[in-house]
Each structure stands twice: as structure tokens, then as C-alpha cells.
């Protein structure tokens, strides 16, 4: 059974940096597409980027474009967030997600989900 397990979250100021891990296991991971979504309580799931399994190309939103970058270690099957430059408006939950896409953008389109972990950005 496909699992996702996110860490590194926490408290941290503006203007600092966090990098989140997402650990992999049960799927072949060199062919899953990954994906990094953030939610905060009362507003829906908001894609923050994603990366292709078939070329490696990296998508980001307007949001965090030049802030944010994803990265994947296929042979730790672990894909990583490293967020630079937090604002206040960046606290939320953060989730990982897999699919068999090439490239998707919605998350209905990723079947695998982590749990998530919270990010606060606070001074």
C-alpha cells in the first residue's frame, strides 16, 4: 500500500527558510509524478507545484514561483520543498502527493496523499 510521509514542519520567522521532506513507500517512485499542496482552515487545497516523473519538468504557482523549490531523490524515494523566503501568509498545512501522471495540477488527479505538516510563520 502507497504511503507518504511529510516532516519538517514547524515554527519559523519571516523571512526564514524550512525545508520539507516527503518519504515514499509501497510504489514504484521513479514513476510517479509528485506534487506540494498547502491548505489553511476554511479555504480549499491550494497547489503550490509539481514535478513530472516522465522529464523532470518542475511547475510552480504564481504564489510561490522563485520562493519554493522541489526537488526528488529517487533512490531515497523522497521528494523535498525547500521554501525560502516565508511570509506570514505562507502558514499552513502542507501535503505531498503522488500520481501516475506525467503532470497534474488539481489535486483530484493524485491519488496519494501524506498526512501533512504544519508550517507557522510567526515571529
Known amino acids: 500500500q502507497a504511503q507518504l510521509v511529510e516532516s519538517g514542519g514547524g515554527l519559523v520567522q519571516p523571512g526564514g527558510s524550512l525545508r520539507l521532506s516527503c518519504a515514499a513507500s509501497?510504489?514504484?517512485?521513479?514513476?510517479?509524478?509528485v506534487g506540494w499542496f498547502r491548505q489553511v482552515p476554511g479555504k480549499e487545497r491550494e497547489f503550490l507545484g509539481g514535478?513530472?516523473?516522465?522529464?523532470?519538468?518542475?511547475k510552480y504557482a504564481d504564489s510561490v514561483r522563485g520562493r519554493f523549490t522541489i526537488s526528488r531523490d529517487n533512490d531515497k524515494n523522497t521528494v523535498y520543498l525547500q521554501m525560502n523566503s516565508l511570509k506570514s501568509e505562507d502558514t499552513a498545512t502542507y501535503y505531498c502527493a503522488a500520481t501516475g501522471r506525467p503532470q497534474a495540477d488539481y489535486s483530484y488527479e493524485y491519488p496519494y496523499w501524506g498526512q501533512g505538516t504544519q508550517v507557522t510563520v510567526s515571529s
Open positions: 514535478k513530472s516523473y516522465r522529464d523532470g519538468r518542475t
Open positions: 509501497g510504489l514504484v517512485f521513479r514513476l510517479y509524478s
